[in-house]
């Protein structure tokens, strides 16, 4: 796969930011994504709900990592979403939203992951996002945990099926075979396999989430899930809801 940026310059803060946009077969549609950095472990972060490849950069988000950008450490790629083709696609059933997730997969693994690696040889691969995107790195490491050497997710949501005061369950009660392997804290706990569980515990785990998010309690129990089969990881609980980008911006300088 061979793609040129459409633009690429250095920021004003000093680092290398690109723009990249094809035509994803597997979406049927343009997908858009921004590079940040020259070299380095590469950085897959997923967009907060809904949200767009933009965002963290205009949020400044990307500015937190100014240092290890310019310094060759780590080099970002921000994804645009497709939640509002899924999981928030009331116009389709939800066994059809799951399979428009499905899709997104398969833009990550089979055109963005050979697209990183055509850009940079590094091998250490990290999943990241804050919100739903949260929830976008955690569930792809742990599915595919050969792919990956850290995953960081913060404020995240690990069951989209919940339904909490000011959330919906975003499958409307309706659970699958396709849902359930979706659902980490759901398949997570019935893994056997012990060549997966040794995958699994090698990953580099962060979980990070505020004492006044409606999805604490979400995340302690992900953290239970993962204490019960013996997989090593980090779990912070910061102060108040710290579900905004002024925190964001201090959870990936501590935590990259």
């Known amino acids: 796969m061979s793609v040129v940026p459409l633009s690429s310059f250095i920021t004003e803060k000093g680092y290398r930011r690109e723009y990249f946009k094809w035509f994803s077969p597997h979406l049927q549609r343009d997908m858009e994504l921004l590079v940040f950095g020259f070299a380095g472990k590469p950085v897959i972060f997923f967009p907060t709900r809904t949200a767009r490849f933009y965002d963290y950069e205009d949020w400044k988000v990307i ?22 083709q899924s999981f ?38 990290i999943s990241a996002g804050c919100s739903l995107g949260g929830y976008h790195a955690v569930n792809l490491a742990f599915r595919y945990p050969q792919l990956f050497s850290k995953v960081v997710a913060m404020s995240g949501r690990y069951d989209l099926t919940l339904k909490l005061k000011f959330f ?89």
């Open 63 to 84: 500015d937190a990592f100014k240092e290890k950008l310019i310094g060759g450490e780590l080099q970002i790629y921000c994804v645009d979403s497709a939640d509002q």
């Open 88 to 125: 928030y696609n009331k116009a389709i059933t939800p066994a059809e939203r799951i399979q428009k997730h499905y899709q997104f997969e398969n833009y990550i693994l089979l055109e963005l992951m050979p697209f990183i690696k055509q850009k940079n040889n590094n091998p250490y691969l």
């Open 168 to 256: 919906d369950d975003l499958f409307d009660g309706y659970i699958d075979n396709h849902i359930y392997s979706h659902t980490p804290i759901k398949f997570i706990p019935n893994i056997q396999n012990p060549h997966s569980l040794d995958l699994l515990r090698k990953l580099d785990i962060t979980l990070v989430i505020g004492e006044e998010d409606a999805f604490l309690e979400n995340n302690k129990q992900m953290h239970e899930v993962l204490l019960q089969k013996q997989i090593p990881h980090h779990f912070y609980i910061w102060k108040g809801e710290a579900h905004k980008a002024q925190y964001w911006i201090q959870m990936v300088q501590l935590y990259f």
